[in-house]
C-alpha cells in the first residue's frame, strides 16, 4: 500500500515557477514509477511526466519538454515536479501517482493516487 500526498501548487504569474512534491508512505514505494499528471475543469487527466523506479529515465508530455523536470529522492520518499516558465493553460489540480503501468502516459494504468494540489497561473 502507498500513501502519496502533494505540496506545493500556488497562484503564481506566467513566467513563473513552482516545485511540486509528492511525498510518499509505503516500504514498496522504491519499486513503483511515479508520475504527474494533471486535470483542468471538466477535461480529462492529462499526463505530465513520470519517472521509472530507479530514477534513471523520464518521460514528459510534448507540451512541458524543456519547462518541466520530473525527479525522485529515495532517500526521502519524495518525488518533485520542477515547473518553469509557467503558462496560463498549465492551470490545472496537479496529481501524483504511483504504480507499475503498462503505459506511463495512461492515467488507467496508475494504481495509487494523491488528493491533488492546484497550481493557477494568471496571465
Known amino acids: 500500500q502507498v500513501q502519496l500526498v502533494e505540496s506545493g501548487g500556488g497562484l503564481v504569474q506566467a513566467g513563473d515557477s513552482l516545485r511540486l512534491s509528492c511525498a510518499a508512505s509505503g516500504r514498496t514505494f522504491s519499486n513503483y514509477a511515479m508520475g504527474w499528471f494533471l486535470q483542468a475543469p471538466g477535461k480529462e487527466r492529462e499526463f505530465v511526466a513520470a519517472i521509472g523506479w530507479s530514477g534513471g529515465n523520464s518521460y514528459y508530455a510534448d507540451y512541458v519538454k524543456g519547462r518541466f523536470t520530473i525527479s525522485r529522492d529515495k532517500a526521502k520518499n519524495t518525488v518533485y515536479l520542477q515547473m518553469n516558465s509557467l503558462k496560463p493553460e498549465d492551470t490545472a489540480i496537479y496529481y501524483c501517482?504511483?504504480?507499475?503501468?503498462?503505459?506511463?502516459?495512461?492515467?488507467?494504468?496508475?494504481?495509487?493516487w494523491g488528493q491533488g494540489t492546484q497550481v493557477t497561473v494568471s496571465s
Open positions: 501517482a504511483a504504480g507499475a503501468p503498462p503505459y506511463y502516459s495512461d492515467y488507467r494504468g496508475w494504481g495509487y
